[in-house]
T-cell receptor, first 113, second 114 residues
Framework: DTGVSQDPRHKITKRGQNVTFRCDPI?????LYWYRQTLGQGPEFLTY????????KSRLLSDRFSAERPKGSFSTLEIQRTEQGDSAMYLC???????????FGSGTRLTVV | GENVEQHPSTLSVQEGDSAVIKCTYS??????FPWYKQELGKRPQLIID?????GEKKDQRIAVTLNKTAKHFSLHITETQPEDSAVYFC?????????????FGAGTRLAVHP
């Protein structure tokens, strides 16, 4: 599969637990994005990496959220002390630097109970 | 701040009719406008996009028009088919050169009835 892969596809966790999601972008893509999508809404930008550098974080990304892309390939998104309001689909996308559009992964659906 | 508004939120048409979805954006520096189709439980997929140096782009049954002066852009689907049923999102960004953060509209749920 040469698309953007995300793992896990679904995660159910209890409030207060920590969760970590993984994104594997298309191999030659140096730009990687994380978005969050709640029911009935469009995706909202969370953060962006160019290679291993995290270049922007949205104000939506509270200090309970952290993202990394240590070697400029895969990325992880961790949410600490999850809250019910964190329940959403977390989408990863990647692109080449010269591209305008990008390719989304299938997302990780998080449910906090 | 940056904002994209999308209308209507739901659209129901008969098979074979045309469908039009409209978006407005607030950031006058936006220069790239993609449209994504998202079927239930699936990833958003890019169906067509337009850059600010053109006013219209067409790909078979779908077309996008852009009015930069009014900061409006629209998606037009002709000869709709049941498989066009999905949620459609418009988005805007400042495009490459910096990075390509997309600001999405809230989506339009299109239902095409046989």
């Amino acid at each position: 599969d040469t698309g953007v892969s995300q793992d896990p596809r679904h995660k159910i966790t209890k409030r207060g637990q920590n969760v970590t999601f993984r994104c594997d972008p298309i191999s030659e893509h140096n730009r990687l994005y994380w978005y969050r999508q709640t029911l009935g809404q469009g995706p909202e930008f969370l953060t962006y990496f160019q290679n291993e550098a995290q270049l922007e974080k949205s104000r939506l990304l509270s200090d309970r959220f952290s993202a990394e892309r240590p070697k400029g390939s895969f990325s992880t998104l961790e949410i600490q002390r999850t809250e019910q309001g964190d329940s959403a689909m977390y989408l990863c996308a990647s692109s080449l630097e010269q591209d305008y559009g990008y390719t989304f992964g299938s997302g990780t659906r998080l449910t906090v109970v | 701040g940056e904002n994209v508004e999308q209308h209507p939120s739901t659209l129901s048409v008969q098979e074979g009719d045309s469908a039009v979805i409209k978006c407005t954006y607030s950031d006058s520096a936006s220069n790239y406008f993609p449209w994504y189709k998202q079927e239930l439980g699936k990833r958003p997929q890019l169906i067509i996009d337009i850059r600010s140096n053109v006013g219209e782009k067409k790909d078979q049954r779908i077309a996008v028009t852009l009015n930069k002066t009014a900061k409006h852009f629209s998606l037009h689907i002709t000869e709709t088919q049941p498989e066009d049923s999905a949620v459609y999102f418009c988005a805007a960004s400042r495009g490459s050169g910096g990075y390509n953060k997309l600001i999405f509209g809230a989506g339009t749920r299109l239902a095409v009835h046989p």
